[in-house]
């Protein structure tokens, strides 16, 4: 998305819906707000971690996108319910859409034990035998008799089956006979089930549950919603994530303040961050690229004390060449919003 189409974006109404959204995160602390940027990069970046991969390993389905964020959790707890939360906030706002890529069958005691392997049995319908055996019903068309294979006789001279009701071997397939479908025989009670109970063995607990007991449990696959771009590329994310980070670590923080340059002129900066009365520095953060003022800015702030914060939406080589001398006060947020405070708290100086 070019810096044109954020503006175009913001004017057409997305405006109430933008101001939801950062006010949900406004409660937030800095590594959740961060958190949830790194997931806007993974999903605009890597979109092809937005779908689930079946692991023949484990027989289960795993979102690469958790995988990555795992890693930075020792707790599995309290990963599982800080990803809830910043992906239920992504999809709420328009960030992350979810559709169901398949259903598994769970043990209704996964909360218990985990997940495990769900194997399928076949039981008899009559006793619940799970020793059943996949037999052929067979009709003999002449004489109408039908019946399991094993109840046919064999000749011993032809090897061929002999009808018991009519005793005429079974020539020609399709015409003297035919296969109606296969049945099963339960080899305790050797009645003959046609369709027999389908049942699933959980491979953790050792039960035995049917469709009614198991759980038949959504795997969702991600899909970048509208607005993703948006708040990666935009700088209000940015703008609300440094404000955090610093207020957290008792700076003094001041939005959209007015200060004056070397050559005496007022301008406006996004931030104003002190440590002490003597060290500060501003902060702009930028979207789009700036206008023509922006050069007589450029030119009045001071090196030592000015900062520019580039969103991923601008071109970093396009703007130096724009704008030559600010390669050492500009850095650009490409994963994480702490890669841009780490940056600018050096330049307030060790203790
Ligand atoms: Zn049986
Ligand atoms: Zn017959
Ligand atoms: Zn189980």
Excluded at 180 to 189: E, S
Aim: some cysteine; overall charge positive; charged content about 25%.
């Amino acid at each position: 998305m070019t810096a044109m189409s954020i503006n175009a974006s913001q004017e057409s109404g997305e405006g109430k819906l933008w101001e939801k959204l950062l006010s949900v995160l406004e409660w937030a602390d800095f590594s959740l707000i961060d958190d949830t940027y790194h997931l806007l990069y993974r999903i605009v970046k890597h979109p092809e971690e937005l779908v689930p991969r079946y692991d023949p390993e484990t027989d289960s389905y795993i979102s690469p996108l958790m995988e990555h964020f795992k890693k930075y959790f020792k707790d599995a707890s309290e990963f599982q319910a800080r990803m809830n939360l910043i992906t239920g906030f992504l999809l709420n706002h328009g960030a992350l859409k979810s559709t169901v890529y398949t259903r598994r069958i769970e043990c209704p005691r996964v909360n218990e034990h985990g997940p495990s392997r769900m194997i399928t049995e076949y039981h008899c319908i009559f006793c619940g035998s799970f020793n059943l055996e996949k037999v052929r019903v067979i009709q003999h068309v002449t004489c109408g008799f039908t019946g399991i294979e094993s109840q046919f006789k064999k000749d011993p001279a032809t090897g061929m089956l002999v009808c018991p009701y009519c005793n005429v071997p079974l020539l020609r397939k399709n015409e003297d006979y035919r296969i109606l479908k296969h049945a099963y025989q339960c080899m305790d009670c050797r009645k003959i089930n046609m369709v027999p109970k389908i049942v699933h063995r959980c491979s953790k607990c050792g039960g035995v549950y049917d469709y009614r007991d198991v759980l038949y449990t959504p795997i969702y696959r991600f899909k970048q919603g509208p607005y993703a771009e948006r708040l990666y590329m935009g700088k209000e994310l940015i703008l609300l994530g440094l404000k955090r980070y610093f207020t957290e670590k008792n700076y003094k923080v001041k939005e959209n303040v007015k200060v004056r340059g070397l050559t005496l002129v007022e301008y406006k900066v996004d931030l104003l961050i002190a440590k002490t009365r003597r060290r500060w520095i501003n902060v702009d953060i930028l979207d789009s690229m700036p206008g023509f003022a922006f050069k007589a800015k450029l030119s009045s702030a001071n090196p030592l004390t000015y900062r520019i914060v580039l969103s991923p939406a601008i071109n970093v080589d396009v703007f130096l060449k724009e704008y030559p001398g600010a390669e050492k006060i500009s850095f650009q947020v490409k994963e994480r919003i702490s890669e841009a405070a780490k940056w600018l708290e050096q330049s307030l100086g060790e203790d």
